[in-house]
């Protein structure tokens, strides 16, 4: 951040490195190998009395001393002169670092100029002894410069000791020193072969030239064989990160990493084929496609060693863009810009926020990317990104993709680095449409307390379902809404009513025919393995039918019922509406009937990294876009084939692999269950955040057309964390599960989180999902006892002993449940729905004409008909 920003787009990414370097590199082995092959060469036109052949080694050393000494040196200027304006900070570690080796680099390739000169102008003028000796000179002098630069540059991917203060000698003996220099060494003779096919041909003595073929067929094969054991060798020194980069990461480095014994073997099969007495112009031929060759193998070891150092100029000192791995933690803190020598802003206002972004993206982006350019171009990376997803991209850099540096700056730089992406580079994304709400009417059952004989209850348990929507290539939860009910028949001592009626229920009219409105059911029901008739769900439950009663909780139930959010008049609806009726087992009489809402949604928020708009309204759903990059990312970060498979009528239930005991899904026994592994990824990438990181994804945004929390904690401002925990403590608690059970892949997920609300990992307590959740009495630890509403936090005290927070009965009798009177999580009585105030609070209303808790405010006669004198309700917590 000390040095000039030299300011590119197009050409930015490293562009003119690569293009310098790939042909400089490939000549510096060629100046190497050139110098054993010339006096072997002259040596044996010695042996052989040959002028013919003498001829042809001096024609070749006025061909080796133009493209070595002339392009080779052109291009190395050129080298110095691209890595010293684009990677300042790293040029001037190396040369502080390893100034006596850069020194001695320098000696050697001015004793190999003056060899060459020599060994060229004095070719006919010097004694043969003399010259060989000046040609062998030439040799160990180049060789020695070989050796000099491929500890400096084998220092850049495996710093070895030197990261712990081992100086000059550690950093230079690194640990890929040796195999280097041996692959090296072996490609730099293979080279100077496939060089000699290319002035071979102009031999005119047929016999020489003969020679000279099978003489550089050698000089090709066996250092092909050399180079690749090696090479073997060279990838065994690699730290673990960048082997698993090279073999299972990036797509376009993988195919390098298997095309490099392609190329060995092509040079291989070509240089043995040149054995052969073909046709002259044939093997001209076969001998440029050789150099092809050649050079290709050497140009896929080269990116493969530049990708394996990714993220890092400097593996483990210095990232690509030119930041300390030291300095990361500080400038997360105070921010990059105030101490940037070469920025015009160093405070963000709202004013400068996009040209700061742009300041922030010369340093932080344009090392590796382009922009419209051929390298490593930023745009079609990035497109899809609203300013949401681009940041959330950005906070994740570095943590779970080993390619990308951490972001390295504070919160309002990384604000404006992706502001800048998104307004800047594309245009702008359009934002959501803020959603008021509309008031839907509620027709709420009468009750008649001076005459009714039962009470009863219905609810939701959960107080809001997420469904993946009607997009037909994956589901992650398909629609599936539980229902429960429980019958109280009045009197001075109330009773749950456990046998002896029947509990129906029914949607409002507009729900009744989901298949309709809705594609991929059909999907989700085969993927499970069944297939009920249209409209039944998985537990064999419809949208009208009759509940069945649990004796271990007595109540009633209808599990995993279809419903959607979508009315068959057109729209969007997340509260669908349900009716529920007691009648006499025998005779059929209306006992009681209420109504509940069956809360489910599709606003998922995976456009917001995902891409792609709302499928239905502008307002929810998940569209085919969004979708199919959905697939395409977990395909690319866990090496599946999911797209492929979609797009060739295969659709794929997330449970089908992962362990979900929501619906009961066995998965693949080692995969992590699907809540760990979703909300252990993200987090890596929504790390930071309050409760709007849940928002992103779940549907509770403000202004959104759900707003699923929506109770009593919400009036009074207790959001998400308060329970949950911040989203790193939420998925650590679930990944620790994970982790306790072996399942390898919790580690990686948790290895870059970090606790908000414990003191470290280990306090943090594991849990399963859905089975555990907070504990209401973690805060509400007596009755009538408030909690305090600024400090009580429910994270880490889990229900035990059951499938979660919503099977508790309270009282002594073991018998009312908890959420019949309170109502589901997230939509505790009393609750303000956007689709109408007491849309949520029918039971309330229709029992005791205001909405809050049932029995509040002294009600107790809803269900008792005699005065209440004690708390029977509230002790068996």
């Given at each position: 951040?000390?040095?000039?920003?030299?300011?590119?787009?197009?050409?930015?990414?490293?562009?003119?490195?690569?293009?310098?370097?790939?042909?400089?590199?490939?000549?510096?082995?060629?100046?190497?190998?050139?110098?054993?092959?010339?006096?072997?060469?002259?040596?044996?036109?010695?042996?052989?009395?040959?002028?013919?052949?003498?001829?042809?080694?001096?024609?070749?050393?006025?061909?080796?001393?133009?493209?070595?000494?002339?392009?080779?040196?052109?291009?190395?200027?050129?080298?110095?002169?691209?890595?010293?304006?684009?990677?300042?900070?790293?040029?001037?570690?190396?040369?502080?670092?390893?100034?006596?080796?850069?020194?001695?680099?320098?000696?050697?390739?001015?004793?190999?100029?003056?060899?060459?000169?020599?060994?060229?102008?004095?070719?006919?003028?010097?004694?043969?002894?003399?010259?060989l000796v000046v040609g062998w000179l030439y040799c160990v002098f180049a060789w020695l410069s070989l050796l000099l630069i491929n500890g400096i540059i084998g220092f850049m991917l495996t710093p070895g000791g030197w990261l712990e203060g081992g100086g000059f000698w550690a950093g230079f003996f690194n640990p890929s020193f040796w195999p280097s220099l041996f692959f090296r060494t072996s490609m730099a003779a293979m080279i100077a072969g496939l060089f000699g096919f290319i002035t071979a041909h102009r031999i005119p003595d047929a016999e020489a030239r003969e020679a000279v073929y099978r003489a550089c067929v050698r000089w090709t094969v066996i250092p092909v064989l050399l180079a690749v054991g090696f090479g073997?060798?060279?990838?065994?020194?690699?730290?673990?990160?960048?082997?698993?980069?090279?073999?299972?990461?990036?797509?376009?480095?993988?195919?390098?990493?298997?095309?490099?014994?392609?190329?060995?073997?092509?040079?291989?099969?070509?240089?043995?084929?040149?054995?052969?007495?073909?046709?002259?112009?044939?093997?001209?031929?076969?001998?440029?496609?050789?150099?092809?060759?050649?050079?290709?193998?050497?140009?896929?070891?080269?990116?493969?060693?530049?990708?394996?150092?990714?993220?890092?100029?400097?593996?483990?000192?210095?990232?690509?863009?030119?930041?300390?791995?030291?300095?990361?933690?500080?400038?997360?803190?105070?921010?990059?810009?105030?101490?940037?020598?070469?920025?015009?802003?160093?405070?963000?206002?709202?004013?400068?926020?996009?040209?700061?972004?742009?300041?922030?993206?010369?340093?932080?982006?344009?090392?590796?990317?382009?922009?419209?350019?051929?390298?490593?171009?930023?745009?079609?990376?990035?497109?899809?990104?609203?300013?949401?997803?681009?940041?959330?991209?950005?906070?994740?850099?570095?943590?779970?993709?080993?390619?990308?540096?951490?972001?390295?700056?504070?919160?309002?730089?990384?604000?404006?680095?992706?502001?800048?992406?998104?307004?800047?580079?594309?245009?702008?994304?359009?934002?959501?449409?803020?959603?008021?709400?509309?008031?839907?009417?509620?027709?709420?059952?009468?009750?008649?307390?001076?005459?009714?004989?039962?009470?009863?209850?219905?609810?939701?348990?959960?107080?809001?379902?997420?469904?993946?929507?009607?997009?037909?290539?994956?589901?992650?939860?398909?629609?599936?809404?539980?229902?429960?009910?429980?019958?109280?028949?009045?009197?001075?001592?109330?009773?749950?009513?456990?046998?002896?009626?029947?509990?129906?229920?029914?949607?409002?009219?507009?729900?009744?025919?989901?298949?309709?409105?809705?594609?991929?059911?059909?999907?989700?029901?085969?993927?499970?393995?069944?297939?009920?008739?249209?409209?039944?769900?998985?537990?064999?439950?419809?949208?009208?039918?009759?509940?069945?009663?649990?004796?271990?909780?007595?109540?009633?139930?209808?599990?995993?019922?279809?419903?959607?959010?979508?009315?068959?008049?057109?729209?969007?609806?997340?509260?669908?509406?349900?009716?529920?009726?007691?009648?006499?087992?025998?005779?059929?009489?209306?006992?009681?009937?209420?109504?509940?809402?069956?809360?489910?949604?599709?606003?998922?928020?995976?456009?917001?990294?995902?891409?792609?708009?709302?499928?239905?309204?502008?307002?929810?759903?998940?569209?085919?876009?969004?979708?199919?990059?959905?697939?395409?990312?977990?395909?690319?970060?866990?090496?599946?084939?999911?797209?492929?498979?979609?797009?060739?009528?295969?659709?794929?239930?997330?449970?089908?692999?992962?362990?979900?005991?929501?619906?009961?899904?066995?998965?693949?026994?080692?995969?992590?269950?699907?809540?760990?592994?979703?909300?252990?990824?993200?987090?890596?990438?929504?790390?930071?955040?309050?409760?709007?990181?849940?928002?992103?994804?779940?549907?509770?945004?403000?202004?959104?057309?759900?707003?699923?929390?929506?109770?009593?904690?919400?009036?009074?401002?207790?959001?998400?964390?308060?329970?949950?925990?911040?989203?790193?403590?939420?998925?650590?608690?679930l990944l620790k599960h994970e982790d306790e059970a072996g399942k390898a892949g919790a580690r990686r997920l948790m290895a870059n989180l970090s606790p908000r609300l414990g003191e470290s990992k280990e306090a943090i307590n594991p849990r399963l999902p859905w089975m555990q959740e907070p504990d209401c009495a973690t805060c509400h630890v007596a009755y009538g006892v408030k909690p305090d509403r600024k400090t009580s936090v429910a994270f880490n005290a889990w229900t035990r002993g059951g499938p979660g927070l919503y099977r508790f009965t309270g009282d002594k009798l073991g018998a009312l449940a908890?959420?019949?009177?309170?109502?589901?999580?997230?939509?505790?009585?009393?609750?303000?729905?956007?689709?109408?105030?007491?849309?949520?609070?029918?039971?309330?209303?229709?029992?005791?004409?205001?909405?809050?808790?049932?029995?509040?405010?002294?009600?107790?006669?809803?269900?008792?008909?005699?005065?209440?004198?004690?708390?029977?309700?509230?002790?068996?917590?």
């Amino acid at each position: 951040m000390q040095y000039p920003i030299w300011e590119l787009t197009t050409l930015g990414g490293g562009f003119f490195i690569a293009l310098i370097a790939v042909f400089h590199v490939f000549v510096a082995h060629f100046a190497v190998g050139g110098g054993f092959f010339l006096p072997v060469f002259e040596s044996m036109a010695y042996k052989r009395e040959s002028p013919a052949l003498l001829d042809y080694v001096k024609k070749h050393t006025k061909f080796f001393l133009l493209v070595t000494m002339v392009f080779g040196g052109m291009t190395g200027v050129g080298i110095w002169f691209t890595i010293s304006v684009l990677a300042p900070a790293a040029t001037s570690t190396l040369i502080h670092t390893f100034v006596f080796g850069w020194a001695a680099e320098w000696v050697c390739f001015l004793a190999e100029i003056v060899a060459l000169l020599l060994y060229h102008y004095r070719f006919d003028k010097m004694r043969r002894r003399d010259h060989l000796v000046v040609g062998w000179l030439y040799c160990v002098f180049a060789w020695l410069s070989l050796l000099l630069i491929n500890g400096i540059i084998g220092f850049m991917l495996t710093p070895g000791g030197w990261l712990e203060g081992g100086g000059f000698w550690a950093g230079f003996f690194n640990p890929s020193f040796w195999p280097s220099l041996f692959f090296r060494t072996s490609m730099a003779a293979m080279i100077a072969g496939l060089f000699g096919f290319i002035t071979a041909h102009r031999i005119p003595d047929a016999e020489a030239r003969e020679a000279v073929y099978r003489a550089c067929v050698r000089w090709t094969v066996i250092p092909v064989l050399l180079a690749v054991g090696f090479g073997w060798w060279y990838t065994a020194a690699l730290p673990p990160e960048a082997l698993e980069r090279l073999a299972v990461k990036a797509a376009r480095i993988t195919r390098f990493y298997r095309l490099a014994p392609v190329f060995a073997a092509a040079t291989f099969v070509a240089g043995a084929v040149l054995l052969v007495r073909l046709p002259r112009g044939a093997r001209v031929a076969l001998s440029a496609v050789l150099l092809v060759f050649g050079f290709c193998f050497l140009g896929s070891f080269e990116f493969l060693r530049e990708a394996a150092r990714k993220p890092y100029l400097i593996h483990g000192f210095m990232y690509s863009t030119q930041v300390r791995t030291a300095d990361v933690a500080r400038f997360a803190e105070t921010g990059v810009l105030p101490t940037a020598r070469w920025v015009r802003h160093h405070e963000i206002t709202d004013a400068n926020r996009v040209e700061a972004g742009r300041e922030l993206f010369q340093m932080q982006c344009s090392p590796c990317h382009s922009v419209g350019g051929p390298m490593n171009d930023i745009l079609p990376l990035t497109e899809k990104y609203p300013v949401i997803g681009m940041d959330a991209k950005l906070s994740g850099m570095g943590k779970l993709q080993s390619m990308m540096p951490p972001f390295a700056g504070n919160l309002a730089e990384r604000l404006a680095l992706a502001t800048y992406i998104v307004d800047g580079l594309h245009g702008g994304k359009p934002g959501n449409i803020p959603f008021a709400g509309r008031n839907l009417p509620v027709d709420i059952p009468s009750f008649d307390r001076e005459k009714a004989e039962y009470v009863l209850l219905a609810w939701n348990n959960l107080g809001m379902h997420c469904i993946s929507d009607a997009y037909a290539e994956w589901v992650l939860l398909p629609p599936a809404n539980d229902l429960f009910a429980q019958l109280v028949r009045r009197g001075d001592k109330p009773a749950v009513v456990t046998s002896g009626v029947r509990i129906t229920y029914f949607v409002e009219p507009g729900f009744e025919n989901p298949s309709k409105v809705c594609d991929f059911w059909t999907h989700a029901k085969s993927l499970f393995g069944a297939q009920p008739p249209d409209n039944v769900g998985l537990a064999g439950n419809g949208l009208k039918g009759e509940m069945k009663y649990h004796e271990d909780h007595k109540w009633f139930e209808a599990a995993l019922i279809p419903v959607k959010p979508y009315p068959e008049t057109g729209g969007f609806n997340p509260y669908p509406l349900f009716t529920v009726q007691a009648r006499d087992e025998k005779t059929g009489e209306l006992l009681a009937e209420t109504r509940t809402a069956a809360p489910t949604s599709t606003e998922m928020g995976c456009k917001n990294c995902h891409g792609g708009p709302w499928k239905v309204d502008n307002l929810a759903g998940i569209s085919a876009r969004t979708g199919r990059d959905v697939l395409m990312s977990h395909d690319r970060l866990s090496n599946t084939e999911l797209a492929a498979a979609a797009q060739g009528g295969a659709p794929r239930l997330c449970q089908s692999c992962h362990p979900d005991p929501v619906l009961g899904a066995e998965g693949q026994p080692g995969l992590l269950n699907l809540p760990a592994a979703i909300h252990g990824f993200h987090a890596n990438f929504l790390s930071g955040r309050g409760s709007e990181a849940c928002a992103y994804c779940h549907p509770n945004r403000p202004d959104g057309p759900t707003r699923c929390l929506r109770g009593v904690h919400a009036q009074a401002d207790i959001g998400c964390v308060r329970c949950h925990g911040y989203l790193e403590d939420h998925a650590l608690s679930l990944l620790k599960h994970e982790d306790e059970a072996g399942k390898a892949g919790a580690r990686r997920l948790m290895a870059n989180l970090s606790p908000r609300l414990g003191e470290s990992k280990e306090a943090i307590n594991p849990r399963l999902p859905w089975m555990q959740e907070p504990d209401c009495a973690t805060c509400h630890v007596a009755y009538g006892v408030k909690p305090d509403r600024k400090t009580s936090v429910a994270f880490n005290a889990w229900t035990r002993g059951g499938p979660g927070l919503y099977r508790f009965t309270g009282d002594k009798l073991g018998a009312l449940a908890c959420i019949a009177c309170h109502n589901s999580p997230h939509a505790n009585y009393p609750t303000v729905n956007k689709y109408g105030r007491n849309r949520d609070n029918i039971g309330p209303m229709q029992y005791q004409g205001n909405p809050r808790t049932i029995g509040a405010d002294g009600n107790c006669g809803v269900c008792h008909l005699k005065e209440v004198t004690a708390n029977a309700h509230h002790t068996g917590r």
